[in-house]
């Protein structure tokens, strides 16, 4: 009964910027935190950055003072803002989201990942 749904990946140059978004809806009462993981060929799925609602934002020692995440959450979305691209951020990017619903019960929802593809 939730969906999230991403974009914005895509093919960029070594030293250039993306912007990814996610929305998510559905039955939704509460989102208590959103984020985006990411999983590259041969690596298990990792952390890049999470915002709880009204809270800091987290962020993964290798994407620190590049990317900055955002959320509105009047709309349900998140948005992942990468600069200072390298090639060791390529890989398929997940937004996920901790959302309770109508019936309170917690869990964990996945988008179906965008692919962010760095080149040199």
């Known amino acids: 009964q939730v969906q999230l749904v991403e974009s914005g990946g895509g093919l960029v140059q070594a030293g250039g910027s993306l912007r990814l978004s996610c929305a998510a809806s559905?039955?939704?009462?509460?989102?208590?935190?959103m984020g985006w993981y990411r999983q590259a060929p041969g690596y298990q799925r990792e952390l890049v950055a999470s915002?709880?609602?009204?809270?800091?934002?987290d962020y993964a020692d290798s994407v620190k003072g590049r990317f900055t995440i955002s959320r509105d959450n009047a709309k349900n979305t998140v948005t992942l803002q990468m600069n200072s691209l390298k090639r060791d951020d390529t890989a398929v990017y997940y937004c996920?989201?901790?959302?309770?619903?109508?019936?309170?019960?917690?869990?964990?929802?996945w988008g179906q990942g965008t692919q962010v593809t760095v080149s040199s």
């Open positions: 996920a989201a901790k959302i309770i619903n109508s019936r309170s019960h917690e869990s964990d929802y």
């Open positions: 559905g039955d939704i009462i509460t989102i208590k935190a």
């Open positions: 915002i709880p609602s009204g809270g800091n934002a």
